[in-house]
């Protein structure tokens, strides 16, 4: 079955062709690098990344690039709040998301393009804009002019009419339409600027990915995703700017965009104060099962996060995880690690996670199940397969097992090691009785010993 994906600009689901099969090339647009992410912005981050093991598990080459917005009134607010320089808290926030993404197993994208590497290119393309009459400059500013585009609204399906009517946008008398959207904008002497022909100034938000997109991946580029509350004006405005950059040409074939995510069913907000960010959440859970929860839901629906929720993901890992571990011994000897037709159907159906995972929860059953070796090596390549393009099942068993932060009843690793290391201890001086005591009251705090010739290794019981 071919791989299909719901498009934005179709509303429908199309069969999903790349123009060129040997170079798959995606957009997605990444954080703007001024606070800790918030596990509402990992979803796309999750969400592509399974698109983008899927896609490269069906091309041999797919160019990803995910950009970092390092240029930003809101760096420019925290940097002053914080009296540290622009550069010094993007660079932070980005060495910290990047430790956050690779914590929930999501692949460094081929390319990280980030905005302020590219302000020439996009002086280029405003240059072109006003050349080619799409563009004005007025008060320092340059300035988008919507009318001159009449494909304008047609992803978000909005008229000019009714975002002026919504107050999606913002009035200023040097605008000729109040629709009309900032690509430049001057800089005071205290406000981070690069040298242009309409002055000392820096560029608007929809411009960088624009011009990102173009660099990195060309003109027109097969898939460009994002969250939903993109789709107006982000996603608008950045078809408005490349395709009349670029003399017509699409910007995007398949636009993609996330459902959002809410907490305890109320949307996450700075204000309402229910920011739980990704950096605190994996203070507290294992990357994987925070992944997991973000691909519980089909992509396009909202999904809650709560501690259930959570807490039913920990326990989805566990039975994965205790039947690769009773399949530790059996060697792959050569068995291709491959997911099954199943499995690839149900992503390939506009990556229907849920339907995916569901199929992993039957290979566990039936590898629980089979006696023999060649079943069991089977299911063992069948899930390892599986777990590579959904970026789950990253971890040997035992790793898994011992750093879950499952239920210790109060122990943490340091005291269960030196618990162990008594146990040794007295076993090497043949007092039996002793290790035994441990070992017992280990068992009794659900944590299970596990003796090999190479020493004693715990699991938390499950
Ligand atoms: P931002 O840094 O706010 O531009 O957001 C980065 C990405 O996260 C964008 O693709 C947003 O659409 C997405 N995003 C932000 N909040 C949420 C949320 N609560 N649920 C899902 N996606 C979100
Ligand atoms: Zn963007």
Known sequence: MPLTLYNTLTRSKEAFEPMDPDR??????????????????????????????LLRHHYPRVD????????????????????????KVAQHYTRIYREDMAALNVLEPTVEPHATEHVADMIDMIGKLIDSGHAYAADGHVLFDVVSFADYGRLSRRSLEDMVAGARVEVADYKRHPGDFVLWKPSSDDQPGWDSPWGRGRPGWHLECSVMAERHLGETIDIHGGGNDLIFPHHENEIAQSVCGHGGA???????????LTVDET????????????????????????????????????????????????????????????????????????????????????????RALSVISDLVSQANRVDSVADKRALKAALLGCGRVIGLMQLDPTEWFQGSGAET????????????????????ERDFATADRIRDELAARGIVLEDRPEGTSWRVES
């Open 409 to 428: 009843a109060g122990l943490d690793e340091s005291e269960i090691e030196a618990l162990i290391a008594n146990r040794a201890a007295a076993k090497s």
């Open 64 to 87: 990803y690039a995910r950009n970092i917005t390092d240029i930003d009134d809101k760096i420019i607010k925290a940097a002053a709040d914080q009296g540290a320089p622009i550069e």
């Open 24 to 53: 798959v090339t995606m957009y997605v647009c990444g954080p703007t690098v001024y606070n800790h992410a918030h596990i509402g912005n990992a979803r796309p981050a999750v969400v592509f990344d399974v698109l983008f093991r």
């Open 267 to 354: 949307k996450m907000s700075k204000s309402l104060g229910n920011i739980l960010t990704v950096h605190q959440l994996l203070g507290d859970y294992p990357g994987e099962v925070l992944r997991l929860v973000l691909l519980t839901a089909h992509y396009r629906q909202p999904l809650d996060w709560s501690d259930e929720a959570i807490d039913q993901a920990r326990r989805t890992l566990d039975r994965i995880y205790r039947c690769l571990a009773e399949l530790n011994e059996i060697g792959l000897d050569g068995s291709a690690v491959e997911p099954p037709e199943a499995f690839l159907a149900a992503l390939d159906d506009d990556l229907n996670t849920p």
């Open 250 to 260: 699409d910007l995007a074939r398949f636009w993609l965009h996330n459902g959002f």
